[in-house]
C-alpha cells in the first residue's frame, strides 16, 4: 500500500476531498518526523511507537581493499507496533 493508496481509502470512508486527507497524512508525517529529529519518541496507544534507537560503535571490514573500518555510533529510526497491532496480525494474517 502507498500513500496515494491511503489517502484515496480515508477519502473514500470520510467522504472528504482527496487533497485535505493528503495534506493531513504529509503533516503527521512531517511532525513524526521533525519530533524524532529534535529526539523525542513518538507514541501512539493501539498502533505503536516511532522510538530512536542507538547503534553502538562497531568495526567493519572493506572487503575491497582487506581493511577494517570504524563504523561510529549513530542513531536510527525505528517502528515498535503495539501489542494489539502485533496480535491482529499475527491472527488474521496468514502465513506465506
Do not use: C, W
Not at 28 to 38: A, G, N, Q, W
Not at 74 to 95: D, S, W
Amino acid at each position: 500500500m502507498t500513500k496515494a493508496d491511503i489517502v484515496a481509502r480515508i477519502s473514500e470512508k470520510l467522504g472528504i476531498e482527496k487533497g485535505d486527507v493528503q495534506a493531513t497524512v504529509e503533516t503527521f508525517m512531517e511532525e513524526v518526523k521533525s519530533s524524532l529529529e529534535s529526539g523525542d519518541n513518538v507514541y501512539l496507544r493501539g498502533f505503536g511507537s516511532f522510538i530512536i534507537k542507538t547503534r553502538a560503535e562497531k568495526t567493519g571490514r572493506n572487503i575491497s581493499k582487506n581493511t577494517t573500518i570504524k563504523i561510529p555510533a549513530h542513531n536510527i529510526p525505528a517502528f515498535k507496533p503495539a501489542k494489539v497491532f502485533v496480535e491482529g496480525v499475527k491472527t488474521n494474517v496468514e502465513v506465506k
